[in-house]
């Protein structure tokens, strides 16, 4: 349905819509030219390594993190569930969640625990414990949230922490969206709970997302997992692309606060935009509205927002529930103030 549209407005991809800084680019085109073009260490190139090593550090009061620069989020994510995950073991994850995390759990023979946040989107304590059982061996976090734009708080995350600590659960916390917060700096859990491994990327704060470049990072009392995730990388991926591994030390040094300022702008006029036609609940973070359906029918109210020319996302692809849709904003204001025309004009004809 798609392929046949004309003039769509595209609400569908995760994708920043900004290009990738022009030192970034050129760091990367150099570092071609300079031949960096081998095998690196499969954990990567220390400068990076010990970079954000010091970043984690310093954020965490970790004395010697360990980090593994990996082939995106998504590659870190796999090391992790592979490295971790036995037949049978539950890995509880917030529903709505990432499509990748049910699918991460199936691939190692685990038991996806949906741990419900409807209506609010928001994963608390006394939600997580409802769902607990003796199988229970990790916890999934991802904050600020896709497809639901939800960004959890301090106090909330301490409590979860405890919780966890309780148990005993590894946390993987899954951070990529971390400097699109807009009502405040986005907390990691990890400041609280060290059994924890954090995932970040640098494909949507610098506009590389097909350079498929992330990491993650872990306390010392984690080192052997570390050690297990770096022997699966070596016969899986081998190592992250050379020459963008070095560009990525430039893009630690490149300031993006203009960007997240722009993305807070038009989260501000998809939500001003759609309030009164939807039950919408504010975004905080990400790029991404989770909008309720009109009669709760997601999948009918998607297959007619294409027929208008606006491509946007059924819930059921993110959760067990098809009552809502997913907005991506991450284009251009002239496109928001579009989709946001139609979808409220489909709304009204109910």
């Not at 490295?83 to 917030?94: F, M, R, S, Y």
């Not at 935009?273 to 997601?298: M, N, Q, S, W």
């Not at 849709?325 to 284009?331: H, N, Q």
Request: one cysteine or more; aromatic letters at 10%.
């Amino acid at each position: 349905m798609a392929q046949s549209m004309k003039d769509p407005v595209d609400f569908s991809i995760g994708q920043p819509d900004f290009n990738a800084p022009d030192a970034v680019k050129e760091a990367a085109i150099k570092a071609i030219r300079d031949n960096d073009n081998g095998y690196t260490l499969t954990a990567g190139i220390e400068p990076l390594r010990g970079a954000l090593a010091e970043q984690i550090a310093e954020e965490f009061n970790w004395a010697e993190p360990s980090v593994i620069i990996t082939c995106g989020v998504s590659g870190a994510l796999h090391l992790a569930s592979l490295a971790t995950i036995n037949p049978g073991d539950e890995v509880l994850v917030a529903d709505p969640y990432f499509v990748i995390y049910k699918y991460m759990v199936s691939l190692a023979n685990g038991r996806c625990v949906f741990v419900d946040t409807y209506p609010d989107f928001k994963i608390t304590a006394e939600r997580v414990a409802r769902c607990l059982t003796p199988k229970s061996k990790i916890l999934v976090i991802n904050s600020p949230a896709n497809p639901t734009g939800a960004v959890y708080d301090k106090e909330n995350l301490k409590a979860i922490a405890e919780l966890a600590a309780r148990h005993n659960l590894l946390v993987i916390s899954d951070e990529i969206y971390r400097d699109f917060s807009y009502d405040g700096p986005a907390v990691s859990i990890a400041s609280f709970y060290e059994n924890t491994l954090v995932l970040r990327g640098f494909s949507k704060s610098y506009g590389i997302a097909g350079w498929r470049l992330g990491f993650m990072a872990a306390p010392e009392s984690l080192i052997e997992l570390m050690e297990k995730m770096l022997a699966l990388q070596q016969y899986t991926f081998v190592c992250a692309a050379h020459p963008l591994q070095i560009a990525a030390l430039t893009a630690l040094e490149c300031d993006t606060s203009e960007q997240c300022a722009n993305y807070r702008r038009k989260r501000d006029l998809v939500y001003e935009g759609l309030k009164e036609a939807f039950e919408l609940v504010r975004p905080e973070g990400a790029f991404y509205a989770f909008a309720t359906a009109p009669g709760g029918k997601a999948g009918e109210f998607v297959t007619a927002a294409i027929k208008n020319g606006v491509l946007v996302i059924p819930g059921a692809v993110f959760s067990r529930r098809d009552s809502h849709f997913r907005i991506s904003y991450a284009t251009s204001d002239e496109m928001i103030r579009k989709g946001v025309e139609r979808l409220c004009r489909l709304a009204e004809k109910g």
